[in-house]
């Protein structure tokens, strides 16, 4: 009797089709780890859309703070507005615009003759741009200059070097802290400086006043 044979269409690839069957009999066994990491995967992807959201937000209400702080600095109700700053500190102060709020903050001190080193201090730690660093830094040593501490002023201000912008001024308060130091000559030589070499007229006639 004739053998039949099997109803195979010349078209199968038995070959590829086992080696799939091989493959799935492999992976069956992780299939929950692997659902399991797709599903973690796109859980990852709509959290960090959510939380660019939120971010924004954040960002957008510290921002409508900010600028209500600066209004009230301007119309010179400094109590609101350190009470608006206490405020933004407690639910916004990781956000960058911390940095204004303390600004704001030293400023609103500053016209209430409440000055103290905290704040400039705190703002100097949060501060990238050296240029920013070397006018906070003036602003320390003028408060050591009014505390009579005229060395510890001294030491900050050397650090403030031509390449920052407020170096003209920073010479000028170097010079003060020589004359109460009673280095006369050393001051006088920094206002000379100063007024045969700056651009600036209104430095040039403060360094010739005190001479």
Excluded: C
């Amino acid at each position: 009797m004739k053998k039949e044979k099997l109803p195979l269409e010349k078209d199968v690839d038995i070959e590829f089709e086992y080696k799939i069957y091989l493959f799935w009999e492999r992976v069956r066994k992780y299939t929950k780890l692997i659902i399991a990491l797709v599903i973690a995967v796109i859980i990852g992807i709509f959290g960090y859309i959510y939380k660019k959201k939120a971010d924004e937000k954040v960002l957008n209400e510290a921002s409508s703070v900010i600028y209500k702080v600066g209004d009230l600095y301007a119309n010179e109700k400094y109590d609101e507005a350190l009470k608006l700053i206490k405020m933004f500190e407690d639910q916004y102060g990781n956000t960058p615009f911390v940095k204004l709020a303390i600004s704001y903050e030293i400023l609103i001190n500053k016209e209430k003759n409440k000055e103290s080193f905290q704040n400039p201090k705190k703002l100097g730690s949060m501060l990238v741009s050296n240029q920013l660093k070397a006018q906070n830094n003036e602003y320390i040593a003028y408060l050591h200059y009014k505390n009579k501490e005229y060395q510890k002023s001294l030491n900050i201000l050397d650090t403030i070097t031509q390449e920052h912008f407020n170096y003209i001024s920073a010479q000028l308060l170097k010079g003060a802290d020589l004359v109460k130091l009673g280095k006369l000559k050393d001051a006088e030589t920094i206002f000379n400086t100063i007024s045969e070499t700056s651009n600036y007229r209104y430095f040039t006639i403060v360094a010739r006043e005190n001479l």
